[in-house]
């Protein structure tokens, strides 16, 4: 393998930069010839692909989104897309292919691997959605902007002695409300994998009130309900009306933590060594602290399960 390509797809997350770093700083150390492809899949149709050096990759360790930008890309979808991408990546000689995404973005380059590219995926998105992995690049920032809105919240929340509703992203995961959720001691989080139980947080909202609590925190995951129809809900069995903060987009930007910059230079590293191995249509996870790689089909084929253990904790300290 002497030529080797690196693509940030779907959403973005930080410590895609940290990620699309180490996989070309790594590449220049093994003397591999490494090029970055603009706006995911669409640069590889569009040709838009640069060789990189060690200062194209220079002072964006610190920074939040892609600096190759990211892209969905509905052309690549179809045959005639995907041929004339590999197209494009054989007249370079680009035997290897480096993906950094989410589950789409792994699909596709299960796809590129079938048409004779090599190519291995880094998980990048702050849903923490992917089943095979503890952690994907990005949830650590996530829920840490989420943590800040939260702790901001909760002093209006207590001045004014109400309930609020936070919404939070991820998909059809729980993760980024739980962990932000038990971090910033909110008093019921409600998550996609259990069905919302109205009447346990009308109940809790008011033993709260009963022994002088100023405020409740709800964390809501977007893939568990919605806010508006839980606040009207919530009017008929306390009599209050919730306030609704929806976080929004701020939640997929900001400087990644050292946790993920740690991450994504962990897995770059990886990348390239499983590439090196010729190693093929794999993705990079991490299990306990140890990075690991597995089968794409394999890891696609798994279902993300909520950390019962963490899950019931909240409970418990929600008291
Ligand atoms: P993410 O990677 O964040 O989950 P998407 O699901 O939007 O984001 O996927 C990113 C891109 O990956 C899509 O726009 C498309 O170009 C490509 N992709 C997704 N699913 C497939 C598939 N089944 N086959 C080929 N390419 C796919």
Redesign the pocket.
């Known amino acids: 393998m002497k030529n080797v390509a690196v693509l940030t ?3 973005d997350s930080p410590g895609m930069n940290a990620a699309i770093r180490a996989v070309v700083r790594t590449g220049l150390y093994y003397n591999l010839n490494i090029f970055g492809v603009k706006k ?2 669409e640069g590889l149709l569009s040709n838009d692909i640069k060789k990189m050096n060690a200062s194209s990759v220079g002072d964006i360790i610190h920074k939040g989104g892609t600096f190759l930008k990211t ?4 052309e ?2 179809t045959e005639n897309g ?1 041929k004339k991408a590999v197209e494009n990546l054989k007249t370079r000689n680009i035997e290897g292919l480096v993906v950094i ?8 380059a ?2 590129l691997s079938r048409e004779g590219i090599a190519t291995i995926g880094i998980p990048g ?1 702050i849903d923490n959605d992917l089943a095979y992995t503890d952690f994907t690049i990005g949830f650590d920032t996530a829920v840490n902007t989420v943590l800040e809105a939260v702790t901001k919240i909760r002093d209006t929340s207590t001045s004014h002695e109400k309930t609020t509703i936070i919404e939070v992203m991820g998909r059809y995961c729980g993760d980024l409300a739980l962990y932000a959720g038990i971090c910033g001691g909110a008093e019921s989080i409600i998550v996609p994998e259990d069905p919302l139980h109205i009447d346990e947080i009308a109940g809790r909202i008011n033993k709260g009130k009963e022994r002088g609590k100023l405020h409740h925190i709800i964390m809501l995951a977007e893939g568990a309900g919605d806010a508006k129809s839980l606040q009207k809900d919530l009017i008929d069995k306390t009599g209050e009306s919730a306030r609704i903060s929806v976080l929004g987009f701020i939640q997929r930007g900001g400087d990644p933590t050292a946790g993920d910059r740690l991450l994504a230079s962990r897995m770059g590293v990886k990348a390239v060594e499983e590439l090196l191995k010729f190693n093929s249509s794999k993705v990079i996870g991490v299990r306990n602290n140890q990075l690991f790689s597995e089968d794409i089909d394999q890891a696609l084929g798994k279902k993300k399960a909520l950390d019962t253990s963490i899950y019931s904790m909240a409970e418990i300290l929600s008291l």
Request: proline residues 0%; charged residues 20%; without cysteine.
């Open positions: 797809s779907g959403g995911g899949y892209s969905r890309s509905e690549f979808m995907r995404g989410g589950d789409g973005s792994f699909r596709g299960q796809t998105t």
